[in-house]
């Protein structure tokens, strides 16, 4: 005579979740992992059905351990494989960002067309995307771009002087 599951479900069910709790302390894993083992439970015939559920559910819970364990050490690899973030000291951060400020008013001081082609160029435009942009002819853009950096440079130092001189 084939096995009642849905009887024994209602009758053990509540007890394999319980179980089941014990084995991996959340309560949602341990209800998911109930159900398996009942879907698994549909392909068998077994003599004593609650003793042979409960063997299933502590190999699955047992499973999950073993899975589990292998992540968190799989996470630990990673963990060690990547170096940690660097931080600046704070004075070098300072003078960073003094850096980056300069450089900024530097472009503004630079003429629009400059600008545009100096910008468009360090976020990776090629000379054909630059010309297509700023209507210039393709064979200037070497040329454009080299008289923007040298006047970046110039406007760049200009403002160091001016700075130092003001500190």
Known sequence: MPTDWSAIYRTTFPDLVRFLYRKVWEADRAQDLAQEVF???LDHDPE????????????????????????RRHLALIKTERPAPLVPP???ELEQREQHEAVRAALGDLGERDR???????????YDEIAHQTGLARGAIGTTLSRARKRLVEAYRSREGTDAALG
């Open 116 to 126: 545009e082609v100096l910008l468009l160029w360090d976020a990776g435009f090629d």
């Open 39 to 41: 879907v698994r439970a």
């Open 90 to 92: 704070p004075d070098e």
């Open 48 to 71: 004593h059905p609650r003793a042979w559920l409960f063997t299933v559910a502590a190999n699955l819970a047992r499973d999950e351990a073993r899975s589990a364990i292998r992540q």
